[in-house]
């Protein structure tokens, strides 16, 4: 089965660090761009990183110098670090394959004290 599935989402406290996980199956993610999106309550859903399949990076600017994203070929496996958490990243958060025009359910990160 064609999907993916991401994981590690949670509550932190502003300043924390979480690791969120998104593995592919039934294909293999290494060789397209591999993207996290976001979307907040009543927010339209925006880019936050891409990795390329020769490991270039991007990075929405709200995000830079905070949020990391790498990928493990072998686990066939995409993650985001996202470190200095503030509450403003509160959102759900969403792994995409355009190529395959393929998203995972979401996992929901919370910001809060």
């Known amino acids: 089965q064609v999907q993916l599935v991401e994981s590690g989402g949670g509550l932190v406290q502003p300043g924390g660090s979480l690791r969120l996980s998104c593995a592919a199956s039934g294909f293999t993610s290494s060789v397209s761009t591999m993207r996290w999106y976001r979307q907040a309550p009543g927010k339209v859903r925006e880019l936050v990183a891409s990795i390329t399949s020769g490991s270039s990076r991007n990075y929405a600017d709200s995000v830079k110098c905070r949020f990391t994203i790498s990928r493990d070929n072998a686990k066939n496996t995409v993650y985001l670090q996202m470190n200095s958490l503030k509450p403003e990243d509160t959102a759900v958060y969403y792994c995409?394959?355009?190529?395959?025009?393929?998203w995972g359910q979401g996992t929901q990160v919370t910001v809060s004290s």
């Open positions: 995409n394959n355009q190529a395959r025009n393929l």
